[in-house]
């Protein structure tokens, strides 16, 4: 008897361990961690990476800000805008298939969400869709 309850008890928590790994495969991930702790994430050295960054949150200039941060770590930002519906949670969308990419931007503007949704255009790299839970970093005083 003592058998069957091991067992039953082993399949419980594989079949446990097998829904969550389902459930964190289907959605995007969030990421807040670094790639290296206490170096700046930056854009792979010689590959340009094309971005598009939208500011879905009530908040004026957010994709300006956005823009400039990415920049500054060597990413392409080729075009911004802003959307009519808002979102809590910032999205970055794989478009390329290069999720290390993705990766690297979600951490420079964590929380953020990756999702793979590939283009066939190959136009953009990355969409951004900056969520209002995203606080720009502290600006520095330049008079």
Do not use: C
Not at 48 to 75: E, M, P, S, Y
Not at 137 to 143: C, D, M, V
Request: proline share 6%; glycine share 6%.
């Amino acid at each position: 008897m003592r058998r069957w309850w091991s067992f039953g008890a082993i399949l419980v928590i594989v079949a446990a361990f097998v829904t969550v790994f389902i459930i964190h495969r289907r959605q995007g991930r969030v990421v807040t961690r670094p790639l290296i702790a206490g170096a700046p994430i930056r854009a792979p050295q010689g590959v340009r990476i094309r971005v598009q960054v939208l500011n879905a949150t009530k908040t004026r200039g957010l994709a300006r800000i956005a823009t400039t941060l990415l920049r500054d770590r060597g990413f392409d930002v080729v075009e911004t805008g802003t959307l009519k519906q808002t979102r809590d949670t910032t999205l970055v969308l794989d478009l390329s298939g290069h999720p290390d990419w993705a990766t690297r931007i979600a951490q420079i503007l964590t929380p953020a969400t990756v999702t793979a949704r590939p283009d066939s255009s190959r136009y953009l790299d990355i969409a951004v869709v900056l969520g209002s839970s995203w606080r720009p970093p502290a600006q520095s005083f330049n008079p």
